[in-house]
């Protein structure tokens, strides 16, 4: 059905540019690449005891089996190492070893995950978990040791598939399991690598407080680095993983030098796959710095972290043979570079990227990359006369990528991804002026948003189907258009006022975020209740104008703990007359509140060309 959508494209303009997804400058997850077994030459992280199992000459060379598929799985090669973990549990299975067949299916699970393979991965896990979980007799506190480690790490591994399907608060439960059980063996480093893993699936809930707090108990956990030790030892790479996951975080918060300080340690004590991935994060908080500065106008400040972003983005891409991670990159650094309208420079990017996006393996991750792209590409549409020649074509296209990012969410039962895709798809409707198609798909992506109470994506489509009804209510299509979308943006400013705390980093030196990405809504409803002398209407476009100006209060003072006492000034004394003036993106509007024996209210308007608000 979307794709047969698609074909109706046609050549339009105003296009509403989504909020500025962050979504893959966000941090990656802490990479499980622990193959857990029970064998010592092989424990890639985590050493474990004694091999649990003997070769015998009648029996499969479990050992060799064991060996290949560690050896597969690190060099990449995923395909060969499911068929070598598959081997070795039915190998164990026949021998009876229940542990080592647990051990060798959770092996097969994360295999399948770098395939993409999610319900063969699920059933992996899932059969790996139910036998571990059964009461077992292990004779001596090294063996038992070794068993309870190995359920550690399958519970780690299942939180890893059940992260990228989108399920973040099973993945903390799982990780919650892990970490639990290392605790009990007193594995200081399980414990804080598992920690790690829950401060991933907190950001993902948006939990970036409670996220920063597990991240600085596991900094202050872990031993010193020596410089005698090696860069392989346990200590020094759960060190650098959990120093990139709170330079992560900081980053969320709004702490950006710390970030980047903190990164940089990262960075230094980081190897291979690692130290690449932690440019990309460099290069993230790098952006925001060139944004904060860029925003208050600091421009010597802003064009040296500018430079450096592309510079970390550029490396990173250069540097990886990890194709999501050169996507990233490279999607990261187009972002940066419409940001700063380096048009040309964009569109040199976007062959390369179109044309990886289809190898990446099904996931989360390559949802959200195929919506990332899409906004990208459109916002080149709007603004680059260049591409305009090829406006359809890139329609199209584009088209196309987000009705796939909609299958594939729905392949993996992902309701948070399907709803970002089905809101996006429904944007780029809108920017074609097919307001109709563009009003269904955006309802869609609400029921998806409502029926898993996700009220930060819910307020956005809230808030198109307002400008979407608005648009259709403009072009003589009826008082009801118009009284739907009064409907619903007081919706989205509704739920904005109930989740704004979490869509909003904390730390002042970001709060221009909510002046572009959230400010707008509030404006835009103000608007629309300007469309009559409505009584009611002014009202609530006073009430609306006062609870921004709340929302800004709160943004600037929040380092303070600063919490209005609002009240309304008529109530204050009721012989003044009132004088509201609302600055909207064409005009400035006054509201009149005369004390008569009943009070009313009045509106007058004064257009201008342009408004900067500063």
Same mark, same amino acid.
């Given at each position: ?82 068929n070598a973990w598959q ?63 190995? &359920?550690?790490?399958?519970? +780690?591994?299942?939180?890893? #598939?059940?992260? !990228?399907? @989108?399920?973040? =608060?099973? /993945? ?76 992560n975080v900081l980053r ?43 925003? &208050?106008?600091?421009?010597? +400040?802003?064009?040296?972290? #500018?430079?450096? !972003?592309? @510079?970390?983005? =550029?490396? /990173? ?136 109470? !996700? ?27 118009m009284e739907k979308a ?129």
């Open positions: 059905m979307l794709k047969q959508r698609v074909r109706f494209l046609r050549k339009k303009h105003p296009f509403f540019q989504l909020d500025k997804w962050r979504l893959l400058i966000l941090s990656s997850l802490f990479l499980l690449s622990l193959l857990v077994t029970v064998l010592p030459s092989m424990s890639l992280g985590v050493p474990v005891t004694p091999a649990l199992y003997a070769v015998t000459p009648e029996r499969p060379n479990l050992e060799q089996l064991v060996q290949d598929g560690t050896i597969f799985y690190e060099t990449g090669q995923y395909t060969a190492a499911v081997q070795a549990a039915e190998a164990f299975q026949t021998n009876q070893d229940l542990v080592n067949q647990g051990m060798a299916l959770s092996n097969l699970s994360l295999s399948y995950q770098q395939l993409g393979e999610w319900d063969k991965a699920s059933q992996a896990i899932t059969e790996s978990l139910n036998l571990l979980l059964k009461p077992l007799v292990v004779h001596t506190q090294q063996t038992q040791d070794a068993y309870h480690r190995i &359920i550690a790490q399958s519970w +780690e591994i299942q939180g890893r #598939l059940q992260l !990228a399907t @989108g399920k973040a =608060q099973a /993945a903390l439960e799982s990780w919650q399991q892990a970490t639990a059980i290392y605790e009990k063996i007193g594995d200081q480093i399980g414990i804080s690598k598992s920690q790690i893993n829950q401060a991933q699936a907190m950001q993902a809930l948006g939990l970036y407080l409670r996220a920063q707090r597990t991240l600085n108990q596991v900094k202050k956990t872990l031993k010193p680095i020596k410089p005698t030790d090696s860069p392989t030892d346990p200590n020094v790479t759960t060190k650098a993983t959990g120093l990139r996951s709170l330079g969320q918060i709004g702490e950006l030098e710390e970030s980047l300080e903190v990164l940089q340690k990262s960075f230094e004590l980081a190897q291979g796959q690692a130290k690449t991935a932690t440019m990309l994060d460099l290069g993230n908080t790098e952006q925001g710095l060139w944004k904060k500065y860029h925003d &208050i106008g600091e421009k010597e +400040e802003a064009e040296k972290h #500018l430079r450096e !972003a592309l @510079g970390f983005y =550029q490396q /990173a891409a250069t540097r990886t043979d990890s194709l999501t991670l050169k996507i990233k990159a490279h999607l990261n650094r187009l972002s940066l570079l419409l940001e700063n309208e380096q048009w040309a420079e964009a569109e040199t990017l976007l062959p390369a990227i179109w044309n990886s996006l289809d190898k990446l393996p099904l996931s989360r991750t390559a949802i959200f990359a195929r919506i990332n792209f899409a906004e990208s590409v459109i916002k080149i549409g709007k603004n680059h006369k260049a591409a305009e020649q090829q406006e359809g074509d890139w329609l199209t296209k584009t088209a196309q990528m987000l009705a796939t990012a909609v299958e594939q969410a729905e392949s993996l039962k992902d309701d948070r991804a399907k709803a970002f895709a089905l809101g996006s798809l429904g944007g780029l409707y809108e920017y074609t002026k097919q307001l109709s198609e563009a009003q269904k798909l955006t309802e869609q992506a609400l029921l998806v948003a409502e029926k898993i109470r !996700a009220l930060d994506i819910s307020y956005r489509w809230q808030w198109q189907l307002g400008r979407l009804l608005k648009k259709q209510a403009q072009n003589n299509e009826g008082d009801e258009s009064i409907d619903y943006y007081n919706s989205a400013i509704a739920t904005l006022n109930l989740v704004r705390n979490n869509l909003i980093p904390v730390s002042p030196d970001v709060q221009f975020y909510f002046r572009k990405n959230v400010e707008p809504a509030y404006r835009e409803f103000v608007d629309l209740l300007f469309n009559d002398d409505n009584q009611e209407h002014l009202k609530k476009a006073r009430e609306v104008i006062e609870k921004l100006q709340q929302a800004e209060l709160i943004d600037f003072f929040r380092a303070k703990c600063f919490e209005p006492n609002p009240e309304h000034v008529d109530q204050v004394d009721s012989h003044a007359a009132i004088i509201y003036t609302i600055v909207l993106a064409d005009r400035l509007e006054i509201i009149l509140h005369l004390p008569q024996e009943k009070p009313s209210l009045s509106h007058y308007g004064n257009r201008i060309f342009f408004i900067q608000i500063v």
